[in-house]
């Protein structure tokens, strides 16, 4: 009789001959993402992703990469790109409200806490935050159940986002204010140059904000040098 093992390679070995596979390792998924951008841009969405990956099968799905990294925008952060704007998620619970949640899972769970048996719990309790609240206001659970292992969460909200997690909401507002279509929009009303001029220029929209982000960077600078 076949064992799981020897089925599961055997699967692997099918889905590999056929141009796909089960699974894919943290840095493969992080690669995809990085060889993605140079078709799709650095600001591409999930389903910008899963269109893409149809045609390139080699590389994970999205629902694979967001499994294996916690997240599809997570993903994004890891590969140094830009993490698309989120919903606002709903004002029903404060920031300390979703941290007591979680500290109140993980007292009940302990060592089984997890996204799956967190969702469980929350089944069992009335008015709970659900997970993509937790992670749209809070950020990877990974992160925060190394938090709660530590206990070091404390109730002042603005602790959430030490070391660079509060660069996310930032980059964030910049990728929504300087977006392909934001731009389309801003150049018509103001007659700058289009999308077209400025590939004619910088080869794509990207190489030009890159270029003009560099000297308005670099202004900001020579105004501190001043003062």
Sequence with gaps: METKDTLHRVSCAILEERGGRMWFTESECIQAM???????????????????????????????????????????????????????TSSQFSDDELIIALKNAYQDLGGTFSERSYELWRSRKEKKPSLSTIRNRLGSITELKKRLEANSFSFDAALIYDSDKWKVPLVQFIAGQLSLNAYKKWSREHGAPSVSDLQDYADSYEGALVEAMNRYIQQIKDGRDRD
């Design 34 to 88: 990085k060889v993605a951008s140079h078709y799709l841009g650095f600001s591409f969405t999930r389903n910008d992703y899963l269109h893409w990956q149809m045609d390139h099968s080699e590389y994970p799905t999205a629902a694979q990469i967001a499994h294996r990294l916690h997240g599809f925008n997570e993903a994004k952060v890891q590969a140094g790109l830009i993490p698309n704007a989120t919903v606002r």
